[in-house]
């Protein structure tokens, strides 16, 4: 299984790279509609219409607006304790990482752009958050979700700009998150190889398909532990945040979020239909009310459903798409932000992110 998964992974980055990209075959009829379907590129492209539009381009506008003169979003760096997430404002280079993507994913990139510039600032700060000793992106305490957005973001940019500055760092990066795996293949709050758990490990497998996607080379054995992991944290019932065998199994350690983290990385490997992907698209459209507007979880979740629904077809992006879209846009405020319990910058980032998926200007997200 170890070599499957690596060249099925291996070939899906190759083709997300290119023009042509790989997409599911439509095996799964209209009969069976807990597989992937066929695409239709005008469904996606409706979906995001004048109303969307608008709302990215004033969420985009009080972003911009709020970038701090060192490049940096501030935000709450912290972590969460059961449902509240307890921190204090800094530099967040997470946070930074998701609002350039917001830009990104609208065109802008360093060099184009009437954002441009923000675009710019926002990858400078992030360069200079890349510790000299071990290549850890880092600051203020942020911890590895923080480094895995932020490596992504760096590997998109250098799949755009061919920049030697951001491959070197963007090297260091991957280097320190190879040798922070630990040993049944995950990633944890910390680069230190010890416990795991699915959304870290899942985050941190997108940053290295990105870097694989610019053309980075990434040790196929990386992967192949990374995916043996998170097919563990899957039951029929959704995804689970660590190992089941290790861990008393309980309905507290499933969620909508980390059911869609789990779809997204047998996707992004190159897994279009499977057992595990069945099971968590049929979770996803059963429990999207889960997702309680205002929490963390909230556009969280929906950072990982909406990729899982845009890769998994029409039957599931109509059924998705338009109903998340308009809560999102009644949710936004006046001045043009989102709010969550992290923060404005991140809530406002994240909805733009999640609003643009159709839009399939950043190659992580194309299918």
Known sequence: MSKYIGKRWLAGVVLMGAVALDRPSGAHSAQD???????????????????????????????????????AWRCKIAYKLYETYEG???????????????????GHVPGRGRYGRVV????????????????????????MYSHAFATMFLAEIYGMTRRSDVKEKLRRAIDLIVSA??????????????????????????????????????PLDTIDRAMRYVKGCATRYGFTYQLVNDYAFNDTRISYALTACGVVAHMSAGIYDSREIRDGLRFLE???????????????GHYYAAQAMYMAGEHYWENYYPRVKAEIVRGQREDGAWTDDVGLTYATAMAVVVLQMPCEWLPIFQK
């Not at 059963?286 to 969280?300: A, N, S």
């Open 181 to 218: 795996q630990n040993k049944e293949g995950g990633w944890r709050y910390q680069p230190i190889p010890v416990d795991a758990d699915l959304s870290v490990t899942v985050s941190t497998l997108q940053a290295l398909r990105a870097a694989r996607n610019a053309g980075l080379v990434i």
């Open 286 to 300: 059963e429990r999207l009310r889960d997702l309680r507007w205002g929490k963390y979880h909230y556009f969280y």
């Open 88 to 106: 204090e404002d800094g530099d967040d280079v997470g946070v930074t990482a998701i609002a350039c993507m917001a830009f990104v994913g609208a």
């Open 120 to 143: 710019e600032r926002g990858l400078n700060f992030i360069l200079s958050c890349v510790r000299e000793e071990d290549g850890y992106i880092t600051a203020h305490g942020t911890r």
């Open 33 to 71: 509609p807990h597989g992937p379907q066929s695409w239709s590129p005008a469904v996606y492209a409706r979906n995001f219409d004048a109303e969307v539009r608008r709302a990215c381009d004033r969420g985009l506008a009080w972003l911009a607006s709020q970038q701090q003169s060192n490049g």
